[in-house]
């Protein structure tokens, strides 16, 4: 997928405002600037952020609900998809992030963008953010599946939806992840990489000790 490509792709599947469209340019402006100074992505997809980052996020809204719901982002890094979601729906976005340098360029793209009302930053390992529900739990490149239920589940319902991006070896963390935790995931291709899957589905806990996977 081109540049222009995933621009058009995002405007065909998301009802972006003008207003919408000048703060995307501006945090990926914002995104190259800070770039100059800390390792924010990969230098290898620079110049193909609408591609590999703004689409890549977008994506998962996909798989949500329309209506405002409480989205918990885990390792957000750079701010994706975290932050992207937040730009392009309503929902209520925590980031979570433990890097020093990270959690300040979190902050000030966040009041760049106003979007103070609807995210807040967990300044913090996920280990020590207060325990909650959330409708909507992302990951992207975080963890491996089983650390990343390890550390996560706790935030999860049975109604909690999971967006997990996972590359190209989704099919198979989630099938060394189900002696030990049921749920009902499927995969789904990624729009910028066909070859990648996201694991979109339910966690329905941690299986009793003794209990085969279920076929």
Not at 129 to 148: C, G, K, M, N, Q
Request: glycine share 6%; hydrophobic share 45%; aromatic share 8%.
């Amino acid at each position: 997928m081109t540049e222009e490509e995933a621009r058009q792709w995002l405007w065909d599947h998301f009802a972006v405002s003008r207003e919408t469209e000048e703060k995307l340019e501006a945090f990926i402006a914002f995104l190259k600037r800070e770039a100059e100074s800390q390792n924010l992505i990969s230098a290898s997809t620079f110049d193909h952020i609408w591609d590999r980052h703004i689409v890549d996020s977008a994506q998962l809204l996909r798989f949500c609900p329309s209506e405002p719901v409480s989205w918990i982002d885990l390792g957000s890094g750079a701010g994706f998809p975290g932050i992207v979601a937040a730009l392009l729906s309503t929902h209520e976005v925590t980031l979570v992030e433990s890097r020093g340098r990270r959690i300040d360029y979190l902050q000030r793209a966040i009041a760049l963008l106003d979007l103070e009302d609807r995210v807040c930053i967990a300044g913090m390992p996920l280990e020590r953010v207060e325990t909650a529900p959330y409708s909507v739990i992302s990951a992207r490149a975080f963890a491996p599946l089983d650390r990343l239920f390890d550390l996560a589940a706790r935030f999860s319902t049975n109604k909690t939806l999971w967006l997990l991006p996972k590359g190209r070896n989704a099919a198979k963390e989630w099938e060394r992840v189900q002696p030990v935790w049921r749920g009902e995931f499927r995969i789904e291709s990624s729009v910028t990489d066909p070859e990648a899957g996201i694991l979109v589905g339910h966690l329905a806990g941690r299986r009793e000790k003794g209990t085969a996977a279920a076929e």
